[in-house]
Every structure is written in structure tokens, then in C-alpha cells.
């Protein structure tokens, strides 16, 4: 396996197996927005490297050593899970699963959707949204799109220096320091341009497309993707109003200002307000 590190100019310095997934699908930056610096299939040179890089250019140094990661750790030989584009299905049912993950901590695999691993949040995670095999009673598997978004999502996590951080079950607080869930939105929108090469019209397609797929995971009722399109439809709604001129915070306060005096009843599965 050939390793890489990569450098984000006035971002990062960080290694991937695959600068593709990792740095295009996972992180945004097209091919001209960074810089593969270093190659080699050995591990241990790759990751002492990466730090002294890091070091050297003045990024944040990371903690531990890439090699050292969990997710750099051999697939379990005594838990024969089963990858597919769609799914990891894990060899036992539901009620005997907890047990099976937390004697496998640390082991990691690939899915078409990204490197997922296993620690004691990530074993939560799967318990939560874990689903047994309509086939055989005997395994359950939970989906590989689901599961890596909630890597990416934990991937920004960092300790009270400056960043997200992990609350008690797994979820990220809702305020970090001095920014919240649509300050990080929005920067994250920033540094990838959108404000400056984006426009509402585009936005609202975007929106429209997410609806789509929020409409075809309820008729499904696909709960993992239900979760997934609810979450992209709130970033495109926070890149929209910033693109428009206004703040989403702003658009909800306003929203909320007018319906939380509305009187009116329930029809058809349907809040109907009074008219006058």
C-alpha cells in the first residue's frame, strides 16, 4: 500500500491512502487546491514525516502518529464482517453484537463511502442504527453511507483548543467556544468558495434535489437516509440564506416569531391556522 502525505496550503499537512476519497469526496478540495508532497509504502517513515511536515510548515501537529491510528490496525481475524456497497453486516445478532464490537475496539475496514473503525462511540453509533437481517436471524448489518457521515462528521472533533468536541453520547455540542452548528456551516462553505462561485439559484436546486431524496427515503422509510437528507437539506437552507443576504438563525427567529402566536387546530395530519 502506497501512503501520501498532502498539503492544503494555509490549511493542513495530513496522509491518506487514497487522496481521492480522502482529500476530493471526503474534504472538498479539488485537485488544483493541494499538493502531494511525499510518497512511500512504508508506514512507519510516512507518519514520522507527516509530523515533522507539520512542525516544520507551522500546522497543527496531530497527537498521535498516523500508523498508530485505529483505523491502520489488521482486520479482525475472528469477526468475519461482510462489506458490500451498501451495507456491513456483522456475523451475530443484535443482542449478542455490543459484546462482539467491544472485544474488536480498534479494528477498522473500508466501505465504498469512506474508512470506519471501531472505538466505544462508534460501537454506541452501531447499536443505535443497527438492523437485523431480514435473511438470517442469525446477522445484522447497518448501512455504509450512514456510517461513514458519522465519521465525517466526528472527524472534525478536537479537544477544547479551538474546535468540535464529543459530548457524552456521541453527539457534537451544539456550541464550541464561540461559534455554533451554522457558523461551522458556513465556514466550512467558505473555505471551499461557495460564497464567492455560488448563487441562490444554484442553492435552491440543490435544495429541491435534497427533498427529492428526503421523499424517496420517507416512502422507503430508509431511517439512516431520512437522518442524511434531513442534515443536507439544513446545510444547503444555512448556504442559501448566507448567499441571499441574511443569516438561517435570522430566517428561523422570524419564522418562529410568527407561528408561535398562530391558534388553529390539526386536519389531515395538518396544523390549519385560525383565519381571522
Not at 498532502?6 to 476530493?24: A, F, L, M, Q, S
Not at 474508512?115 to 438492523?131: A, G, H, Q, T, Y
Not at 461559534?179 to 456551516?185: G, H, K, S, T
Request: charged content about 30%; glycine content about 6%.
Amino acid at each position: 500500500m502506497t501512503y501520501c502525505i498532502y498539503h492544503i496550503p494555509g490549511k493542513k499537512i495530513g496522509v491518506t491512502n487514497d487522496p481521492e476519497r480522502r482529500i476530493t469526496c471526503q474534504q472538498g478540495y479539488s485537485e488544483d487546491e493541494y499538493d502531494i508532497i511525499a510518497m512511500s509504502d512504508d508506514i512507519d517513515y510516512i507518519s514520522d514525516l507527516e509530523i515533522e511536515l507539520q512542525k516544520k510548515y507551522g500546522y497543527k501537529v496531530d497527537r498521535q502518529l498516523y500508523k498508530d491510528l485505529p483505523m491502520n490496525k489488521p482486520l479482525s481475524k475472528t469477526m468475519n464482517i461482510n462489506i458490500t456497497e451498501q451495507t456491513t453486516t456483522f456475523p451475530c445478532p443484535v443482542n449478542k453484537l455490543k459484546g462482539r464490537l467491544m472485544d474488536e475496539l480498534g479494528l477498522s475496514w473500508e466501505t465504498e463511502h469512506g474508512r470506519c473503525c471501531l472505538d466505544p462511540e462508534s460501537v454506541r453509533w452501531i447499536m443505535d442504527n443497527v438492523k437485523p437481517s431480514m435473511y438470517n436471524k442469525d446477522r445484522c448489518y447497518v448501512y455504509n453511507k450512514a456510517f461513514a457521515r458519522y465519521f465525517d462528521n466526528n472527524d472534525c472533533c478536537r479537544t477544547n483548543t479551538g474546535a468540535l468536541r464529543m459530548s457524552g453520547h456521541g453527539s457534537l455540542n451544539l456550541n464550541v467556544g464561540s461559534l455554533n452548528r451554522f457558523d461551522l456551516i458556513r465556514t466550512w462553505a467558505d473555505e471551499r468558495g461557495l460564497y464567492d462561485k455560488g448563487d441562490t439559484k444554484t442553492q435552491y436546486l440543490k435544495l429541491m434535489e435534497e427533498a427529492g431524496e428526503l421523499g424517496r427515503a420517507i416512502l422507503k422509510d430508509d431511517q439512516p437516509e431520512i437522518v442524511d437528507a434531513i442534515g443536507d437539506m439544513v446545510v444547503v437552507l444555512t448556504n442559501l440564506s448566507e448567499l441571499a443576504g441574511y443569516k438561517i438563525e435570522h430566517c428561523v427567529d422570524a419564522a418562529y416569531n410568527v407561528i408561535s402566536k398562530r391558534t388553529g387546530k390539526m386536519q389531515n395530519g395538518t396544523f390549519v391556522k385560525d383565519t381571522l
